[in-house]
């Protein structure tokens, strides 16, 4: 399991202090503002590390919700959390051809058979598309599709099958299916880089939403929207 990374968020002493007294005599106006401040900054930061990486990879934000959390502030604890861990994804998850299984049998439209196309698959969006020799794509009786390939002659073994409505069959295993790196992998291998963009200038931006919130709290007390 790639070692998870996490990023948190908090307040220093002296702006606890400055909040503090500026908010003296609201009901919980200190953490209520500190608290909303900082999730504010985390999903901004969480936003921009998403961005990073599929900017630079092939790899589609929704594949990335599982992998990237947040653990958020409350009144009670000031400081937030961006959690980035998972195992390596899915090869199928990245740019890959062909993106169906090869279905024996099927013609086009001149009435040919089809050729099984070889796989190729493309990782981050700097490089080259590479072929996987003896890679093939399969779908699992669960449904899910993915890019697999036999294990080595040693390790092979025949197993028979019986599909309805055709006649028996054999297929040799173990398969192991291909992945890519994990998104903590991904994170720290491109020099911190995506680490730096999405952290850079975080500390005023944290400063500047404190402001904000303990404004919208004095607002909302004197009656003000």
């Known amino acids: 399991m790639p070692t998870p990374v996490a990023i948190e968020f ?10 503090s007294r500026r908010l003296e005599g609201i009901k919980n106006g200190m953490p209520r503002a500190v608290s909303g401040a900082i999730n504010d900054v985390t999903k901004k930061g969480k936003t921009r590390i998403e961005r990073g990486i599929t900017s630079r990879y092939y790899i589609k934000k929704k594949d990335l919700k599982p992998f990237v959390t947040i653990r958020r502030a409350t009144v009670k604890r000031l400081s937030a959390q961006i959690g980035i861990k998972g195992k390596r994804i899915p090869l199928m998850d990245f740019r890959v051809t062909p993106k169906q299984p090869f279905r024996a049998g099927e013609q086009t439209k001149t009435g040919r058979f089809k050729k099984i196309k070889p796989v190729r698959a493309t990782i981050k969006k700097a490089d080259t598309k590479r072929k996987y020799e003896g890679a093939f794509i399969a779908r699992m009786p669960s449904g899910h599709v993915g890019v697999f390939k036999r294990r080595g002659r040693g390790n092979v073994r025949r197993v028979r099958r019986v599909r309805f409505g ?3 069959y054999y297929s040799e295993l173990p398969i192991d299916e291909l992945h890519g790196p994990s998104v903590p992998a991904i994170f ?3 020099d911190n880089r995506i680490q730096a963009e999405a952290l850079t200038g975080m500390r005023d931006e ?7 919130r303990a404004d919208l709290i004095i607002r909302r007390k004197a009656g003000g929207r």
């Open 206 to 212: 944290l400063a500047k939403r404190i402001d904000a």
């Open 166 to 168: 055709s006649d028996p």
């Open 10 to 19: 908090k307040v220093n002493d002296q702006q606890l202090r400055d909040v």
């Open 188 to 190: 720290q291998n491109e």
